[in-house]
């Protein structure tokens, strides 16, 4: 009786350790590790908060180079597969037409950042076609930090995620661009960028 008594108050004591650790865990990084320095990156509040070198085309993106905000790439293309956002299957996402023009960066955007500190970039990608992949190329500062050939399969959600040390810099000039410039397929949806330093 007095064995298992004992038991009970370890065990009691070892879940408030763990609880304790984790609370403290959570406290004193969870800051660093959710805090997404891009406003809008689920799109959910349309088209603000980035910057494009493609044209957007809010009701039709037959034309290469354009670009809408939608629910759903069946909204803006009568040839595309239909399906719905990364974040929660009912908001927005940027559906892109891929440029045939080179380096065309559909998305950039300006974020301050930490001396000496190591980010992360990522995000979702997904075809609303089924042929020509997107190959997504990223840079930071105008160096090219890591590229993604977005895999076949139209409406397969696919993460890209990449490490960057900002060295010197306090100011990232983040840019995604497309270096496959065929006309036919070459067609993706964007969602859920995010870009956060690493705790160290
Ligand atoms: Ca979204
Ligand atoms: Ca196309």
């Not at 409406?155 to 040390?165: K, L, P, T, V």
Request: proline letters at 4%; glycine letters at 6%.
């Amino acid at each position: 009786m007095l064995i298992e008594k004992h038991k009970n108050t370890d065990s009691k004591r070892k879940k408030i350790i763990i609880f304790l650790f984790f609370l403290c865990f959570f406290i004193l990084f969870l800051p660093y590790i959710v805090q997404n320095q891009i406003e809008n990156g689920n799109f959910e509040l349309g088209n603000i908060d980035f910057s494009t070198e493609y044209i957007y085309s809010p009701d039709d993106i037959w034309n290469e180079g354009t670009y809408a905000i939608t629910t759903d790439p069946g909204n803006v293309h009568r040839l595309a597969v239909s399906f719905r956002d990364h974040t929660n299957s009912k908001g927005y996402m940027m559906v892109v037409n891929g440029s045939i023009k080179k380096q065309t960066y559909f998305w950039k955007k300006f974020v301050p950042v930490k001396p000496d500190t190591i980010y992360i970039l990522s995000g979702w990608v997904a075809h609303w076609s089924i042929e020509n992949p997107a190959h997504l190329c990223f840079y930071i500062n105008n160096n090219p930090i890591s590229e993604f050939i977005v895999p076949y399969g139209a409406g397969e959600w696919h993460n890209f995620s990449f490490i960057w040390n900002s060295g010197g810099n306090r100011e990232a000039l983040i840019e995604i661009c497309d270096s496959n410039i065929l006309a036919p397929g070459n067609d993706f949806v964007l969602d859920d960028l995010y870009f956060s330093r690493v705790f160290q």
